[in-house]
């Protein structure tokens, strides 16, 4: 294994990768990020520049003593707004299970940097549908700590005992995912019986660095 599997777990409850490409070559898996997040961040940015261009300039022109040195927050806002839309854009990560080369390559790319993994096959011990607990927000309304319950996750476990995660989205999804990334590795593909139940402990193996 080349790379570090704790950089590949998700912050929040789900990815949902799609399948970019199947065939006797490859097996890749693509999450492009928030989306919809991105476009609408982008689209009130755009909406502000009727405003923020006038204001700039003003304020070019006659210094921040005049009338639209109050309003210097537009173009400001216009920055920030520009910035996360670019950020969110660039959110990407892949799965690519290359057959040729016998190797999982996980890929995860982003404004700021990115991180890659290598696997190969010989180091996979199986795939493991099992319940992760994750945080579902913020505490809020003055309790103490963040609610945590159940996910489906999707997991490559190692000859080290190491994990991978592969995915977080619907169990049944996820099953078939699991039966398709088994066969065409041709690694053993488990999964429990059920998802656990909210409070339940992690039931994926836990993750631990590889030898």
Known sequence: MNGDPARFEAIG?????????ENADRLSLVWQGARFPAFLCLGIALTLL??????????????FE????DLWYFPVMNVILFGVAVYLVT???????????????????ALL????LTLPYGEIERLHLGTDQVYGGFAVAG?????????????????????????????RRLQDLGDRIGRAIG??????????????ELSAPPLRPAS
């Open 13 to 21: 409850n789900r990815l949902g990768f799609r399948v970019a490409e």
């Open 91 to 109: 959110l990407k990560r892949t799965v690519t299970f290359d057959h040729r080369r016998g190797v999982a390559i996980f890929v995860k790319r």
């Open 143 to 171: 309790s103490s700590a963040a609610e945590r319950f159940p996910a489906p996750a999707l997991r490559l476990v190692t000859c080290f005992g190491a994990t991978v995660l592969i995915d977080r989205a619907g169990r």
């Open 113 to 116: 940097g990115g991180a890659r």
């Open 66 to 69: 005049g009338p639209a040195a």
């Open 50 to 63: 009727s405003v923020s261009i006038p204001i700039v300039l003003a304020v070019a022109r006659r210094g």
């Open 187 to 200: 690694r053993p593909f488990t999964a429990e019986p059920s998802a656990a139940a909210p409070g339940a």
